[in-house]
């Protein structure tokens, strides 16, 4: 294991080069905002978040996002997939955790096909009980969540009394304003067929279970963290075009938020200082890993949601930008490992 001093240097540059805001969407603002308040490094202390997790314990994770559901709710968006399923990976593979993936019932096929390329085999809760005991399998269980506000939060309380989970992690995933309202980065609303899984971090947060989030426009949750910086920096961040009254911030926050330029991007980065933690270059979300997880995402229908497409582009940012950043965050992490 590296010392803690270099440790320190790599999460520093990893933090700096996930935050480079080149879609010029304000995460510059937040990132700044949110390292204010945590003191360090942002990937950094969702890493030592993750490792923190018990041996063998359980983490619940949310991605997906609904995109358009006004045409169709079968549509999801390929930010927040393949970063949610790098991660589970590595706390399966650091920690022997078992992973619940979480999303609305139309996008459950392609987020759980999308798990799968990474290397996570989709099981029941009793299956994946099994695989931590014994060890012989990496999995991933895979659950719908309600849609409605009502039936969102009536699955909070049943699932964090049943699972007991020992963290919770989100990325791009969708949370309301304070008026209940679920935007788009353009301020449109976007709270038809989504699920409303925020209300189960909201319950998580009053329990006093650990919450880490990523997010890179400020309509995620964990982003009520930085509110008033999202308001002042983020475009609709004040104002949305719905004509609810508030803006795009979402207000469920988080124990430790990651701002990236790509929610993916954040992952990836949380992922190599994981990596770097334990020495284990096995945690690494990797070039290949990547290239394999776009190309999975476009067989899936997941779209390329800034233009519209079913594409290799992410936020509309292109595939060698993505392959690019992991190329990158193993190069950072190399000295550790």
Known sequence: ????????RLDNRLDQLVNIDMGERGVEHLYKAARALQGGSLVGAAADALMAVPEGGTVILTTGSVSRAWITPDLGEN???????AIARALVMARNA???MLCEDTLLDAIRNTCQAA???PVTLEQAAIAREDKSLATIVMLPYATDDEGGKAQALQMLDEIKPDLLFSTERVGRNEHGVYHSMRGIDYGMGRARVDFLFDEALERGIPVVAVGDGGNEIGMGKVASHVKDFVPYGDQCQCGCGGGIGAVTGCD????????????????AAMAARTGNAKLLHTPDREALLLDTMVANGLINSTHGVVDDSVDGFPRDSHLGVAELCRTIVSRAL
């Not at 294991?1 to 320190?8: C, K, P």
């Not at 930010?79 to 399923?85: E, L, T, V, Y």
């Not at 430790?256 to 992922?271: E, K, Q, R």
């Open 1 to 8: 294991m590296a010392d803690q001093d270099l440790i320190i």
């Open 119 to 121: 290397g996570l085999f």
């Open 98 to 100: 078992t992973c619940v």
């Open 79 to 85: 930010d927040g997939p393949s970063g949610a399923a």
């Open 256 to 271: 430790v938020l990651v701002t990236a330029a790509c929610s993916n991007w954040g992952c990836t980065a949380i992922a």
